[in-house]
């Protein structure tokens, strides 16, 4: 049979490590092992009561079924921008400034293509969400990897990228409150990084899908409250944690006309838009939270507390993540992060990322995701502190 091989773009894609930790998951199975996964970052709650109605009513009306306006309903973009003033106090134009996406993947995918040429440079943050990556590839861009180290915050440093690449990249991306660091960003490291771009003349991608996911009274700003911001950026939201519509697919692009042009012009070549009751369900839950509908944080942030407490007391100390479902956790030396991964699992059927699954500089940590019951969380953090004691570690 003749052998269809992966494209060499495509086997550039995405990191095997998922696929390994699959395998060892799989392996834990057959040794028996009861599997805690805290693995990937999907949300197991469902969207609002309110969220889920509206989304059945939708469904069941005779003319939900057209193709929708591809870069989104009206009253769609009109509630994104009503939403944007209420929470960033930032004012958008709902004709230019606003697309609607198929979950911010599909924008963070597509966007590089749509401004970018192959040969174009591309600022990428190492750890850093796959995607991003993916999505350079698909362009034929060439990444440079923006060094986030415990020892500068999780911030890159703009003055060590060499002028040259500065003068050739097209894009930067930047993720605050980060997957899969849990870092945040302040008012002045965005008012660098517009200064920076401006300079360059590079596109600001910044990725804020966990904007609504922070603690302890933390509220993420949005880039595009910085002056002048809307020059040189442009700000991808996700319903998926926001509103644990994750499988429900929807999110959105906002910011520089340019750029939110040029990804409905791609776009427009490859799909026809969300789904209209999807649309709706969107809608319903930014409404809700514009209404003073409590949000995610608070129960993600009980779990952050419970399942971080229960690991000081397993003797595992670890900082208190300020936002986003992730545990970013410092491995001992002497193990790699896969090692670690693979050993954990299989001894205690408790599944973490690897850090090098998100980039080089991932080396030396584990991932956990916020994504199992109390009840679960806090057997987990007992088979982990066994796992520590039996391995002497
Ligand atoms: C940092 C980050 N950006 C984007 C996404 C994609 O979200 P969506 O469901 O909106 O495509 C995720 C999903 O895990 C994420 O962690």
Same mark, same amino acid.
């Given at each position: 049979m003749m052998r269809i091989p992966l494209s060499q773009r495509a086997s550039r894609m995405g990191s095997a490590i998922f696929a390994e930790v699959a395998s060892w998951k799989a392996e834990a199975h057959a040794l028996g092992k009861n599997v805690i996964d805290l693995g990937i970052g999907s949300p197991d709650l469902p969207p609002s009561q309110r969220v889920r109605e509206v989304l059945?009513?939708?469904?069941r009306a005779d003319d939900s079924y057209a193709y929708p306006l591809s870069r989104g309903s009206a009253s769609f973009r009109q509630t994104v921008c009503s939403w944007y003033q209420y929470r960033f106090n930032v004012e958008l134009d709902a004709e230019r400034e606003v697309l609607a996406l198929m979950g911010s993947q599909d924008g963070l995918a597509h966007l590089p293509t749509a401004i970018a040429d192959p040969g174009d440079i591309a600022l990428i943050p190492d750890p850093g969400y796959p995607v991003y990556l993916a999505g350079i590839e698909m362009a034929g861009l060439t990444p440079y990897f923006m060094p986030l180290t415990e020892s500068g915050?999780? &911030?890159?440093?703009? #003055?060590s990228i060499p002028q040259d690449v /500065?003068?050739?990249a097209k894009l930067m991306i930047l993720n605050y409150p980060s997957n899969p660091l849990s870092a945040i960003a302040d008012r002045s490291f965005y008012e660098d990084a517009v200064r920076f771009a401006a300079r360059? %003349?590079?596109?600001?991608?910044?990725? /804020? /899908?966990?904007?609504?996911?922070?603690?302890?009274g933390f509220r993420p700003m949005s880039i595009l409250e910085?002056?002048? $911001?809307? %020059?040189?950026? !442009?700000?991808?939201?996700? &319903?998926?944690?926001?509103?644990?519509?994750a499988g429900c697919r929807i999110g959105f692009a906002v910011g520089n006309a340019d750029a939110v042009h040029a990804l409905? !012009?791609?776009? $427009? +070549?490859i799909d026809y838009g969300v789904f209209q009751p999807v649309q709706e369900a969107g809608i319903t839950a930014l409404t809700e939270d514009m209404e003073g509908k409590p949000s995610v944080a608070a129960h993600y942030q009980h779990r952050r507390d419970l399942f971080i407490q229960a690991l000081a007391k397993e003797g595992w100390e670890l900082p208190m993540p300020k936002a986003t479902m992730f545990v970013w956790a410092p491995i001992p030396q =002497?193990? #790699?992060?896969?090692?670690?991964?693979?050993?954990?699992? &299989?001894?205690? =059927?408790?599944? !973490?990322?690897?850090?090098?699954?998100? =980039?080089?500089?991932?080396?030396?940590?584990?991932?956990?995701?916020?994504?199992?019951? +109390? %009840?679960? &969380? #806090?057997?987990?953090?007992a088979r982990i502190g066994r796992f520590v004691r039996e391995n002497r570690i």
């Open positions: 059945d009513s939708c469904i915050g999780y &911030l890159p440093d703009f #003055t /500065a003068r050739r360059w %003349e590079i596109l600001i991608v910044h990725d /804020a /899908a966990y904007s609504e996911m922070a603690f302890d910085i002056p002048g $911001a809307k %020059e040189v950026a !442009v700000e991808f939201h996700s &319903l998926s944690k926001s509103f644990h519509m409905q !012009v791609l776009k $427009a +070549n =002497g193990w #790699t992060s896969r090692q670690i991964s693979r050993e954990m699992l &299989l001894q205690t =059927g408790v599944a !973490v990322i690897p850090g090098d699954a998100f =980039g080089k500089e991932g080396e030396g940590y584990v991932r956990m995701a916020l994504v199992q019951s +109390n %009840e679960q &969380l #806090t057997e987990a953090a």
